[in-house]
């Protein structure tokens, strides 16, 4: 049981080169999020997904846009790179208990743009 | 914006000595979550909290939660080495925003030997 996986852990990019963050979960969950960290902040919710085949803005979505492959993957695409995207990039999901949600997190992946 | 906001930004004490955190947030809330990050990883799951709970203990954490004062601390008693990390706290707004969670900026706590 590997929990939330992504690829992949480190990234340099120049501007305006696209790539894709790939996010895999195997606990069944039916809810995913990507959110970004930056230097000394807490988290911020980019886009999310509260079930298979939806997906939402969060809180920063410019500049990204995600997919939901299936149950068990969720992506997250920068189509044209900028350096205000360097950061650290995490993947999460959720059981729903009652009302209540805990997440289960990714290990990140770190991702510079010059 | 941010929901929560912790105090301290950074916290260091010595091992054995308890470690209190604090997080203010802004709006009515279904419940408080806070969690751990070790440098460079993602984040972990400590304990979760109900809006209509005061108090909730697990092994050596304690978190209390007053809503009328927006706030929700946690205790770390008898700290460790190991507890050294960034907690922070999240605000989850129950079923009207679906499973999204709110987190704050965190609190650095470093646990010297």
């Known amino acids: 049981n590997a929990g939330v996986t992504q690829t992949p852990k480190f990234q340099v990019l120049k501007t305006g080169q696209s790539m894709t963050l790939q996010c895999a979960q195997d606990?069944?969950?039916?809810?995913m999020y990507w959110y970004r960290q930056d230097p000394g902040m807490g988290l911020r919710l980019i886009y999310y997904?509260?079930?298979?085949?939806?997906?939402d803005k969060g809180e920063v979505p410019n500049g990204y846009n995600v997919s939901r492959l299936n149950k068990r993957e969720f992506s997250l695409r920068l189509e044209s790179a900028a350096p205000s995207q360097t950061s650290v990039y995490f993947c999460?999901?959720?059981?729903?208990?009652?009302?209540?949600?805990?997440?289960?997190f990714g290990p990140g992946t770190r991702l510079l743009v010059l | 914006s941010q929901q929560g906001e912790e105090d301290p930004q950074a916290l260091s004490i010595q091992e054995g000595e308890n470690a209190t955190m604090n997080c203010s947030y802004k709006?009515?809330?279904?419940?408080l979550q806070w969690y751990r990050q070790n440098s460079g990883r993602g984040l972990v799951h400590l304990i979760l909290?109900?809006?209509?709970?005061r108090e909730k203990h697990s092994g050596r954490l304690r978190v209390t939660l007053d809503t009328s004062k927006k706030s929700s601390s946690l205790l770390i008693t008898a700290s460790r080495a190991a507890d050294t990390a960034s907690y922070f706290c999240?605000?989850?707004?129950?079923?009207?925003?679906?499973?999204?969670?709110?987190f704050g900026e965190g609190t650095q706590l470093t646990v010297n030997p």
């Open positions: 909290i109900r809006s209509n709970e």
């Open positions: 999240a605000t989850g707004l129950g079923e009207t925003s679906g499973s999204r969670l709110t």
């Open positions: 997904s509260a079930s298979e085949g939806t997906t």
């Open positions: 999460a999901s959720s059981a729903r208990t009652g009302s209540q949600e805990t997440q289960y």
């Open positions: 709006t009515s809330i279904n419940n």
């Open positions: 606990m069944n969950h039916n809810s």
